[in-house]
């Protein structure tokens, strides 16, 4: 089969070479197409449903929102679990789905309970689906902000309302239109309101109460169609206008009459542009602002929509108004683009290096750069390859690739081909002629094929266990895992068709058949001791096993970390305040940070999002601001060699300085990330479910406390719930009731006062704003005031008292039938819940703890035992178990069973290629002995295990069995020519010293820039180059020595005669059994 | 290469079993220096909770933040020393204002007969004695002048010119509006507060004119439908600002106390529903959970927990009790 591949590659030569460039140019398109992203995906499946309700508590948006959402959606088909959090003003409910769910069905089938379960829902409930996007979306924040000292066109200061206004009416409009982005959200700044304030005592006076105002405006606002006439032969459309067009318009509504007169709106309220009650704010630089976060549509090319944003943005830009401008903060091309040059930088610099190597070695500059054109070639056919299976470009899937390890097969065969072809001249004391060029040619690549072949392969099971890895680890890891082996898929198709095809064609005239200098003194050094390592196999063949224990202890010594973070360049810090923080202090306490993050020279500008946005994509409360700390470029820092991690240790020092606020520091992406995915992020969760929230805290008490006791917790936390200030008014019934009052009508004139009461809008072009009936401000914030609010009393039928006075005295009755709200209601304040989470249509509370020192299984066994026998729980009431640790169990039990077989597979490949066991555990043990090299590295190196640096290890088994095996193979070739053991393998070993060296080479200097790299994708990089390194060179030291002592020792002179002859022994008895049938 | 590799002999096999020996020894001590090195264990990213201030669930515990000079300068604290003060506190009130009853005198003619002439209207200022109408009498058929019993204003003109005016009907209302009464309601919240001669400022809601004047009546019987009563106090008029039928607040000085220990109200922070004030002390900034006696809109008094003279935060004081509480913020979802 290869012998046929190869023979046809170098036959119709040019064929292949056009096909392969065809190929090359397909994967150009394709690399168009691609989308690129910094870091991987690893949102999961999930829509977001947010119900914004004005004013209600957490309990009530719970019991009126939350709960009737979330029975709706039980039953929905590739449900994963529902999860839902109510908070002041607004639920938000994430319906998860399991992975591989098409996102666009998930939302019809949402979409369609939504529908149903509208009804139930209290009236003027919004309620949405949140964007379609990922935790990649927001690629590109801007603010629009006013020049210093700029007026408006109509005279005046701008005011945070103005900006909000300018953002909401031009450019989100124009910004929604472009292609790519699915929402364009806002924060920061007022929605301007206009306000009817009126003045108590004067609605009072006039017997007007605050409903009677909502509604007059409610009612003398519309316009109204009244269809057509017919007039001479014309026809006339009727309408009577009637909406108001201006505060005045509002000023002169009428609201009732007083003895003929008639009561305005004008005569009992002000009505002022206002301010709405909002729910978040945004910060730059210590200044309030308008932000505006553009989000992607999921699978879009983050980096043209971000370029379409930029564009869109600067034509808008010239649609404001003189004075007002936009501010780019954050553009997610930044990112991108250094994720590009990374990667380009791994493509060049190993190309580079891999032509500079063989150079050196080869002595041959066409051979060469013939083995470098499978870099890209192979690159181009994995990004077809990623195309089609829906992977996206970014320093996970692209940066973790050697080209170094993916070139190896073709290294091999073209310094093979080069040996023959050189040896062939040598022999014939001529140039070749054309057929012999390509016999030769043929030959090389065929000696070495199939070892190469089935070398690449082993490269690629052993990245099988990785495509079982699942959640978070999977959706980062399987894209790289699957990149690299349609690199490498790619890389052997090229190895066997256009290497064999090129060679015939390029590597005409004279092949130099003398070594040069380089490959002469490492055999010169190579020799003496191969003969050392062979003679004294026992002691080499010990005191590599002493190595590799020593290894693998020291392994258990280093520390781990499950995921690397992927730098993004820039820092994101979470302020959490207590809660109960005012967003007016948060705010403040907001812009002090950003004042003094100013002065720390690394840093370019800071912004925040402060509360909930316009869009509740993440409902945070007014207590915790998600802060960006934009960095200047590296070239501008007065210390360019700073590392990050130095950099955040300071950003955390001098946040430290401003009292009030808890930080935890990440990055954009990766904070939106824990947003997204949420659940429990610590080992372990301890969910407790039920009904009372008391209750669920006690218990959930209980249990931490619990926990704490069993060895090795750590950072044990019960979910903040409870503590969220709140004024209680609670109306008096009996006091109502012998007033005639109902319990609604007095409930509603407490919400208009104090919330506001919505009485309509007004329209200005396409603009409209609310307008809103409230309280004024020292009015409705003044608790002494709002005890004294009057309420109107109903009229009763009551006796007639008789009126003793004289006529003139004004009836104390005419100061109106009014109580104060105080009277009738008990005000008080009280803690209350913060926030109400309920996990599949239950309420819970999260216990989460860390384990520290101990394994996790056995931490959980007891943690249940513990808490089984000792918190009783009440009927109704129940725990759930969640957290890390049952991603990290059932991933260690897949691993369990996919390590073992990836294992017999590589065994299985390296037995059908050597055809004997003894070869095949021979060239197996190559894996242990490379793993040592990785260990020291990272122990050096002082780096954690990672799963990056497991993935080095990975690549690393395989470039070793690589390796081995082609040392083998050719030793078997040597002995099967008829030459004894020992100078086989000492030929042998000689021969294919050149090869492995090359490979060793340029598989380890291709990792060289990543692992010294500071730059994006660097975390990743780093173990991962550390361990190639270390293991390559380790490696290759014991391929070469302790491969043949191994040989040597298992083998006797004769014995693969014996194997072999055994075979066809075997051969031939099948034979003849089947020829006696 | 024709060589044979040579066979070890039996001093070589000797030396290597030494090596091998030599090479399993220090293989074992370094696998023993290596069992006895500490893991290293990865900084955990996610907030390790190590920051100070009291965690706010403990109730006996003290509450005490420690704030270093870089993070005091932030804290743009303001510090005040609580002291004795004058709490005045106010009680607001709305009334309507109404004529004076004392001062209001109704004429009426002496004889029923026809009215001939009425000489003033209605909000014409009349002087005592000044006539006011003439009447024809019935009983005597002579005109006869019916006087001003008082000087004021008319307020109330009843009769037509030719009509029949009886003897037990008002021509016209006469009041004296250089004082008037201002009647307040007052809820039952308030009674305890309300007494006789406290002193109330009356504002007329539409200018801003303010008149003292002190509580002179509070009426014994209260308003069964508003379930109020009512207070009155005698508004000095002279210069004719109050019209009565308007509506006016009033302001009623229901206490003027000197407190030995006061401080501003934005001193007070609620820790688990208690009121605490932070006072600087040696250490640090302690939280101490007080009884609040009068307040008036500034200042209050405080009964216990302060003494007189210790330093106590009045601006900012919301950065002490973030700095309390921030232990338990968190955002999980």
Same mark, same amino acid.
Not at chain 1, 91 to 112: K, P, S
């Given at each position: 089969?290869? *012998? ?26 394709? &690399? ?7 870091? @991987? ?61 098409? /996102? ?40 629009? #902000? ?64 605050? $409903? ?118 954050? !553009?997610? =091309? ?71 390890? /993916? ?18 001249? $040598? ?26 072949? &089935? ?21 980062? %890891? ?14 052997? %198709? ?61 392994? =258990? ?110 990055? @954009? ?24 929230? !008391? ?29 969220? @200030? ?72 009551? #006796? ?57 299984? +056995? ?56 055809? +004997? ?35 080095? %290890? ?122 006696? $049938? | ?34 069992? +006895? ?13 190590? *920051? ?6 403990? *109730? ?31 009680? @607001? ?89 201002? !009647? ?119 009964? %216990?927990?302060?003494?007189?003279? #210790? ?23």
């Amino acid at each position: 089969m290869i *012998h046929r591949i190869v023979t046809f590659s170098v036959l119709q030569r040019w064929l292949v070479l056009f096909i392969s460039l065809g190929i090359g140019a397909f994967g150009v398109y394709n &690399f168009l197409r691609l989308p690129i992203d910094a870091v @991987p995906d690893i949102t999961n499946v999930q829509v977001q449903i947010n119900a914004v309700a004005p004013g209600y508590s957490p309990l009530e948006a719970e019991q009126r929102i939350a709960f009737p959402i979330e029975t709706e959606l039980g039953g929905l088909p590739r449900l994963s679990y529902t999860r839902s959090l109510s908070r002041y003003g607004l639920t938000q409910v994430t319906v998860v789905f399991e992975d591989g769910t098409d /996102i666009y069905w998930a939302r019809t089938l949402v979409n369609e309970r939504l529908q149903q379960v509208k009804d139930e829902l209290p009236q003027g409930i919004e309620v949405a689906m949140g964007p379609i996007a990922t935790g990649l979306g927001e690629i590109y924040l801007y603010t629009v #902000e006013a020049k210093e000292g700029a007026k408006r066109p109509e005279g005046g200061d701008y005011t945070p309302v103005d900006l909000r206004v300018l953002h909401d009416w031009v450019v989100k409009p124009q910004l929604r239109t472009v292609p790519g982005v699915v929402e364009v959200n806002s924060i920061g700044g007022f929605d301007r309101q206009l306000h009817v304030v009126p003045d108590p005592e004067r609605l009072t006076a006039y017997n007007i109460t605050l $409903h009677h105002l909502v509604e007059a405006i409610a009612k003398n606002n519309a316009n109204v169609g009244a269809g057509y006439i017919e007039r001479n032969g014309e026809q006339y459309l009727v309408r009577t206008p009637g909406q108001v067009l201006s505060v005045d318009d509002i000023l002169s509504i009428p609201v009732g009459s007083h003895s003929g007169t008639p009561v305005r709106i004008g005569d009992v309220a002000r009505v002022e542009i206002g301010k709405e009650l909002r729910t978040g704010a945004a910060t730059h630089d210590g200044k309030e602002v308008v932000l505006g976060t553009a989000v992607m549509l999921i699978g879009e090319n983050s980096r043209t929509v971000s370029a379409r944003v930029a564009d869109k943005l600067k034509q808008i830009e010239k649609s404001l108004p003189d004075g007002a401008y936009i501010r780019t903060v954050y !553009d997610r =091309t930044n990112l991108v683009n250094a994720t590009i040059t990374t990667v380009r930088n791994n493509l060049i610099e190993g190309a580079l290096l891999v032509i500079a190597i063989l150079f050196l070695l080869l002595g041959n500059i066409r051979a060469a750069l013939l083995t470098a054109l499978v870099i890209p070639l192979s690159m181009l056919i994995a990004v077809t390859g990623m195309v089609e299976a829906r992977i996206s470009a970014n320093l996970m899937s692209l940066g973790a690739i050697d080209f170094g390890i /993916i070139v190896d097969g073709a290294v091999i065969i073209v310094e093979n081909c080069l040996r023959l072809l050189a040896e062939r001249q $040598h022999a014939l004391g001529r140039q070749l002629t054309r057929r012999e060029r390509f016999a030769t040619v043929i030959q090389a690549t065929k000696e070495v094929a199939t070892p190469s072949v &089935f070398g690449s392969f082993i490269i690629m099971v052993v990245y099988l266990p990785i495509l079982t890895l699942t959640g978070v680890e999977g959706k980062m %890891f399987i894209p790289m895992a699957l990149t690299v082996v349609m690199a490498l898929l790619g890389a052997m %198709f090229l190895s066997l068709t256009f290497v064999p095809a090129s060679i015939a064609i390029f590597i005409t005239g004279k092949v130099s058949e003398k070594e040069n200098f380089l490959v002469r003194s490492a055999k010169a050094v190579y020799e003496p001791c191969l003969r050392f390592a062979v003679a004294q196999r026992a002691f080499i063949v010990t005191a590599a096993m002493v190595l590799v224990v020593l290894c693998g202890l020291w392994a =258990t010594k280093l520390g781990t970390e499950f995921i690397p973070s992927l730098d993004e360049g820039d820092i994101a810090v979470q302020a959490l305040r207590v809660p109960g923080t005012s967003l007016t202090e948060s705010v403040r306490m907001q812009q002090q940070i950003e004042e003094r993050l100013r002065t720390v020279p690394e840093v370019k500008e800071s912004f925040a999002r402060i509360g909930t946005a316009e869009i509740a994509t993440d409902a945070m409360p007014p207590n915790i601001a998600d802060a960006y700390i934009m960095l200047k470029p590296r070239d501008q820092w007065p210390d360019q060699r700073k590392s990050k991690a130095k950099l955040v240790e300071e950003i955390q020092e001098v946040l430290e300085e401003i009292p009030g606020s808890n930080y935890e520091l990440s990055q @954009p992406i990766q904070l939106r990330f824990n947003e997204l995915i949420a659940g429990v992020r610590a080992d372990i969760g301890v969910k407790v479910f039920g009904d009372d929230l !008391d209750r669920l805290v006690e218990i959930a008490n209980r249990v931490s406390v619990v926990l704490q006791r069993v060895p090795g917790a750590a950072d044990v936390r019960v979910e903040q719930v409870t503590g969220l @200030p709140v004024l209680s008014i609670r109306p008096d019934r009996a006091k109502l009731a012998r007033l005639g009052l109902n319990l609604q009508s007095v409930q509603e004139l407490i919400e208009t006062a104090i919330g506001g009461r919505v009485a309509g809008a007004l329209y200005e072009g396409d603009r409209r704003f609310k307008i809103l009936v409230r309280l004024p401000e020292d009015r409705r914030a003044d608790i002494e005031s709002l005890k004294r609010l009057p309420i109107a009393i109903p009229e009763q039928q009551a #006796e007639k008292v008789v009126e003793a006075r004289p006529a003139y005295y004004i009836p104390e009755s005419k100061l109106g039938r009014f109580i104060a709200l105080g009277e009738i209601a008990e005000i008080s304040f009280a803690p209350g819940p913060n926030q109400v989470s309920r996990e599949n249509g239950k309420r819970r509370v999260v216990v989460s703890a860390n384990v520290r020192g101990r394994d996790l299984g +056995s931490f959980v066994q007891e943690a249940q035992a513990a808490i089984g026998q000792q918190v009783q729980m009440p009927a109704g009431y129940w725990l759930g178990w969640g957290g890390q640790f049952e991603q990290l169990i059932s991933a260690s039990k897949r691993l369990a069973i996919v390590v073992p077989v990836a294992l017999a597979l590589i065994a299985l490949l390296l037995f059908t290629s050597l055809g +004997s066991m003894k070869d095949a555990a021979i060239v197996f043990t190559g894996v242990p002995l490379a793993l040592t090299g990785g260990v020291a590295a990272l122990a050096l190196r002082d780096i954690p295990m990672s799963i990056s640096a497991g993935v080095g %290890f990975i690549a690393l088994s395989g470039v070793a069995v690589l390796n081995g095996l082609v040392i083998i193979a050719f030793i078997k070739n040597l002995r099967r020519e008829g030459i004894p053991l020992d100078q086989a393998i000492h030929d042998g070993a000689m021969k294919r010293l050149r090869p492995v060296l090359m490979t060793a080479l340029v598989a380890s200097l291709g990792f060289v820039p990543m692992a010294i790299a500071v730059g994006a994708g660097a975390e990743v990089q780093r173990p991962l180059a550390t361990v190639v390194i270390g293991g390559i060179v380790s490696s290759t030291l014991l391929t070469l020595l302790v491969l043949p002592a191994l040989y040597r020792m298992f083998h006797r002179e004769g014995d693969l005669a014996m194997e072999e002859d055994l075979n066809l022994d075997e051969v031939e008895t099948i034979d003849a059994r089947s020829s006696a $049938h | 290469m024709s060589e044979q590799p040579s066979k070890p002999s039996y001093a070589g096999k000797f030396l290597s079993g030494i090596a091998i020996i030599a090479v399993l020894t220090v293989g074992g001590l370094a696998g023993a220096y290596i069992m +006895s090195v500490e893991k290293v264990v990865p900084k955990s990213g996610h907030g390790g909770g190590g *920051h100070g201030g009291d965690d706010g669930h403990g *109730h006996e515990e003290k509450i005490l933040v420690k704030l270093n000079a870089t993070q005091l300068k932030n804290a743009n604290l303001t510090i005040e020393r609580a002291s004795q003060t004058t709490i005045r506190e106010v009680l @607001p009130l709305n009334g309507i204002i109404q004529p004076n009853e004392e001062r209001v005198v109704a004429v009426l003619p002496r004889f029923g007969g026809i009215v001939r002439s009425l000489s003033k209207r209605i909000g014409e200022t009349v002087k005592q004695g000044e006539v006011v109408a003439r009447i024809e009498s019935n009983e005597s058929l002579t005109q006869y002048d019916v006087v001003a019993p008082i000087g004021g204003t008319v307020i109330e003109r009843k009769s037509t010119l030719g009509e029949y005016a009886d003897k037990d009907r008002r021509l016209m209302v006469i009041a004296d509006l250089s004082t008037l009464w201002g !009647d307040f309601r007052v809820y039952q919240q308030d009674f305890p507060k309300l007494q006789l001669g406290q002193k109330i400022t009356i504002r007329q809601s539409q200018n801003g004119t303010a008149k003292t004047s002190e509580i002179s009546y509070i009426s014994p019987i209260g308003q069964t439908d508003t379930q109020s009563m009512l207070a009155r106090a005698v508004i000095d008029n002279s210069e004719g600002v109050f019209r009565p039928g308007l509506y006016v607040t009033g302001r009623v000085q229901v206490s003027e106390q000197s407190v030995p220990v006061a401080i501003k109200q934005s001193a007070i922070q609620y820790i688990n529903s208690k009121p605490v004030v932070f006072v600087e002390g040696k250490e640090g900034f302690e939280g101490r959970e007080v009884e609040v006696g009068f307040k008036d809109d500034e200042m209050m008094e405080i009964l %216990f927990g302060v003494v007189a003279g #210790e330093k106590v935060v009045t601006g900012n004081s919301f950065v002490l009790r973030a700095e309390v509480g921030k232990g338990e913020a968190t955002h999980e979802h």
